[in-house]
Nanobody, 121 residues
Framework: QVQLVESGGGLVQPGGSLRLSCAAS????????MAWYRQAPGKERELVAG???????NYGDSVKGRFTISRDNAKNTVYLQMNSLKPEDTAVYYC???????????????WGQGTQVTVSS
């Protein structure tokens, strides 16, 4: 059984910062990639940022230069540092990971439960 647990969401004023964390736990053999997605009310879920083996990263256009994704392989944890937050960043943020679990020969995709980020004055 693999679980992703997110933390760090909350209410912040425009221009402020938040740091999200997502820890993967369970019978993990390897984690091939981790990412953050977000979904605002009435909108489709979109990629915010991703990081793969070798620390290669990619970002959604709307967050480039403001958000930074990083990963601690020893802790099976991914972080999202969000700076210069805007009201349009308000959404539920979901952690995503591509993991090979013990007893499974293939990679599977797992999702966290989501954490709310609200940017408002």
């Amino acid at each position: 059984q693999v679980q992703l647990v997110e933390s760090g969401g909350g209410l912040v004023q425009p221009g402020g910062s938040l740091r999200l964390s997502c820890a993967a736990s369970g019978s993990i053999v390897s984690i091939n990639g981790m990412a953050w997605y977000r979904q605002a009310p009435g909108k489709e879920r979109e990629l915010v940022a991703g990081i793969i083996i070798g620390a290669r990263t990619n970002y959604g256009d709307s967050v480039k230069g403001r958000f930074t994704i990083s990963r601690d392989n020893a802790k099976n944890t991914v972080y999202l540092q969000m700076n210069s937050l805007k009201p349009e960043d308000t959404a539920v943020y979901y952690c995503n990971a591509r993991i090979i679990a013990l007893g499974r020969p293939y990679e599977a995709t797992y999702w966290g439960q989501g954490t709310q980020v609200t940017v408002s004055s």
